[in-house]
Structure formats: structure tokens, C-alpha cells
């Protein structure tokens, strides 16, 4: 899946999930807006093969993706808390919340 520039994003980076706009489009890959800001530089290039395995349009899809991923690694329940408004983080899940 190719993304047009200005669509929103959710990319599964480490336990959480980045969530960008496209600035870039490029041949087979694309990259978000906060790429200048970027820390790390393997966060803000995505590959168009990893549409709904790493990257997203829907956020329901993405938790999904990262709690099953999370859920096979930890074995144990675990939520997903937005932090930011550009990033939502694994958390442990506490009864009654």
C-alpha cells in the first residue's frame, strides 16, 4: 500500500506506536514528517511492504498488532496507554481500569 502525502500513520516502533503524518514518498518506501526530530533514525522510513505489519491507517489495527505482538513475546496481558498525542506505549494491565 503506497500512502499519499498528508495521510495519518501509525507505525508500531519498539513497544509503542508512532503516529505521523507522510511528508516523503519515495520508490518502495516513505517517510513521516518528524523525521528531522527523529532520534532514531530506523523510525521515520517505513516500507510499503509492511502495510498492516508494522504500519497502519487505522489505530485499531495497529493496537491490535502490537498487543498480539506483545502478548507473544511477555506472555501476559498488557494494555495500550496513549502517552502523547503522537504516541501510545505498552502498559501493564491493571485490573478495574
Same mark, same amino acid.
Given at each position: ?40 533514525? %530506523? ?6 511492504? %509492511? ?33 502523547? %498525542? %503522537? ?11
Amino acid at each position: 500500500m503506497k500512502p499519499e502525502i498528508g495521510t495519518k500513520v501509525y507505525c508500531i516502533y519498539k513497544e509503542g506506536i508512532l503516529v505521523d503524518n507522510v511528508a516523503f514518498i519515495g520508490k518502495e518506501s516513505f517517510i513521516i514528517e518528524s523525521f528531522g526530530g527523529c532520534t532514531y533514525e %530506523d523510525s521515520w522510513e517505513w516500507s510499503y511492504e %509492511d502495510y498492516n505489519n508494522k504500519w497502519f491507517t487505522k489505530l485499531e489495527k495497529a493496537k491490535e498488532k502490537l498487543l498480539s505482538i506483545a502478548e507473544e513475546r511477555y506472555k501476559e496481558q498488557l494494555k495500550i496507554k496513549k502517552i502523547y %498525542d %503522537d504516541w501510545y506505549e505498552l502498559v501493564e494491565y491493571e485490573k478495574g481500569r
